[in-house]
């Protein structure tokens, strides 16, 4: 996240207004640039050349634009569902360990609800980074073994434990989705990407010429802006840990909590 | 809810009959559209606005096809959605219904607990979680009542083989109305998500709209019938968006009836 982490600080609005503002001050820096070295009438044939150039650029940044958008929507409604889906399985995983008598049970919950707690800290810290918490692993180890050791007293029990046994190996699946989710969620790269196709965009365009500063710096500002705009929309999806769009460990204390109940 | 934020103001439009958001939306884009066109046309001259035409029609042109991008992305998304919310709806209240089938073998003052509970989640489903659903979120009392009935399914004691493979198969039925659950939680998206969407859409829809003002035209009143025709075309598609974008909300919420069978 680096030099970012303060924009996501900033509520919607704000990061908005920024992105847009900022735009519009790099198009005009940019048309200032222009009208240093250009002469002050515009080249015969040269809007007619810019315009096409533009109109070839237009739909290649549409494409990039849906490409980065769709896939960082993506990758953050697959991190929010595996979230979910994984704590759901925890809560059964602890209704059903309900029902077993002790000193089973109380293993089980012990396993469940330390699972549960250092998925909600170190490791959703950790996944913050795109990685991964030891501790975490250590810790769904221990709930694997916690019900491969269990001992059914009575035939009812066993069935319970059949039950947990199918949700612990999904609950493997769901982790790896949830990790693999969350290492794919923030790309630079895919960030990097969409930062040049508007940066070119933008420069293309300051080579059109209008007939006056004026409506060449609003214009500008519309265009620069607009592609800004669609660019935080990216930008803040791909934080899932951080800003306008932060996911919540919730699910998973709220299982600690249940644990405990 | 409070109509001061973004999201106060989404949520209560989206909470509107169909007519009142097509107006507003509507009504908001052409009143928007016009008086630009108005008031470029007030504060410059038309030959300078038409010496404008081929520059601002290029960039125009630019922008219709990030807007389009996006437009298609935010429509394709929110069908997507709407479609999957009412299946999850039914795949919950099938595995639900199985559930009830399945216990009837065990003893009723063994089964009884258990029906009780899962008709006070449906229930709870079909009134506090739909009206929190419809303001993009879960609700805790509806949470409650899923782990209650939980807690009382696997309570029951099977005694014989037939209640043992009724069990069985329930545990399975179980397992798929948690996941139904969460997918339908999932598909309403959070109205931070929702915010940026709109946010993002509305003003590129504003920013496209305003480009059309530095067009121009030896005629005014062409030049604001054309507007007008953009206006609406925009428009067209936001509200289409908007309405798919609520599943839980306005007059085209996914109906919780199949829940509120349930829970008689």
Redesign the interface.
Same mark, same amino acid.
């Given at each position: 996240m680096g030099g970012t982490s303060w924009l996501l600080d900033l509520n &919607? @609005?704000a990061l908005?207004a920024l992105a847009?503002g900022g735009g519009a001050l790099l198009f005009a820096m940019g048309a200032w640039a222009s009208g240093l070295s250009a002469s002050p009438l515009p080249p015969v044939g040269g809007?007619?050349v810019?315009?096409a150039n533009?109109?070839f650029?237009?739909?290649l940044?549409?494409?990039v634009?849906?490409f980065v %958008?769709?896939l960082t929507?993506l990758q953050?409604?697959r991190l929010?569902?595996a979230t979910?889906?994984e704590a %759901?399985?925890l809560? &059964?995983l602890t209704?059903?360990a309900?029902?077993l008598g002790e000193p089973g049970r109380a293993h089980l919950f012990e396993a469940i609800a330390g699972y549960a707690r250092a998925v909600a800290g170190p490791e959703w810290e950790a996944m913050a980074q795109g990685g991964r918490s030891e501790f975490a692993t250590q810790r769904m180890e221990g709930l694997v073994r916690a019900y491969a050791a269990a001992e059914p007293a009575t035939?009812?029990e066993w069935?319970?434990l059949q039950?947990g046994s199918?949700?612990i190996r999904e609950l493997g699946s769901e982790r790896e989705a949830r990790l693999q989710a969350a290492a794919a969620a923030s790309n630079p790269a895919l960030l990097g990407f969409l930062a040049v196709t508007v940066a070119l965009?933008v420069a293309q365009?300051l080579f &059109?010429?209008?007939? %006056?500063m004026a409506?060449?710096l609003?214009?500008g500002a @519309?265009?620069t802006?607009? &592609?800004m @705009?669609?660019a935080?929309?990216a930008f803040? @999806?791909s934080h899932p840990f951080a800003g306008?769009?932060r996911l919540s460990s919730a699910p998973f204390e709220h299982v600690a909590l249940?644990v405990g109940r | 809810m409070t109509l001061e934020t973004p999201e106060g103001l989404l949520l209560w439009l989206a909470q509107q009959p169909t007519w009142i958001v097509a107006a507003l939306l509507f009504g908001l884009g052409i009143l928007f559209t016009l008086g630009g066109v108005l008031l470029t046309n007030a504060y410059l001259t038309p030959q300078r606005l038409i010496a404008n035409n081929a520059v601002a029609s290029f960039k125009f042109a630019f922008m219709a096809e990030i807007f389009a991008g996006l437009m298609a992305f935010l429509l394709v998304g929110a069908g997507d959605r709407y479609f999957t919310a009412n299946s999850q709806v039914f795949s919950e209240v099938a595995m639900l219904d199985g559930l009830r089938v399945v216990v009837d073998v065990m003893p009723e003052i063994e089964r009884r607990p258990f029906e009780q509970a899962l008709a006070e989640y449906a229930g709870a489903v079909a009134g506090a979680e739909w009206e929190s659903m419809a303001r993009g979120d879960e609700s805790p009392f509806a949470a409650a009542a899923f782990e209650a009935m939980l807690a009382q399914w696997f309570a029951l004691a099977p005694s014989t083989p037939q209640e043992n493979s009724a069990v069985l198969l329930g545990n399975q039925m179980i397992a798929v109305a948690a996941e139904a659950r969460v997918n339908r939680l999932n598909n309403n998206v959070s109205q931070t998500v929702a915010s940026l969407s709109w946010f993002t859409l509305l003003g590129l829809a504003a920013a496209t709209i305003a480009f059309n003002w530095f067009f121009g035209t030896g005629s005014l009143r062409s030049q604001l019938a054309m507007a007008l025709v953009l206006s609406i075309g925009i428009m067209t598609c936001t509200v289409l968006a908007f309405l798919l974008s609520f599943p839980f909300a306005g007059e085209h919420a996914i109906d919780p009836a199949p829940f509120v069978a349930l829970a008689t």
């Open positions: &919607l @609005l908005a847009c809007n007619a810019a315009g533009l109109g650029v237009a739909p940044a549409g494409v634009m849906v %958008t769709t929507w953050y409604n929010q569902s979910q889906r %759901t399985r809560i &059964l209704e059903s309900a029902s035939r009812r069935q319970v039950f199918s949700l965009s365009a &059109l010429t209008p007939p %006056t409506t060449k609003a214009m @519309l265009f802006g607009s &592609l @705009l669609a935080l929309y803040v @999806l306008p769009a249940r | -």
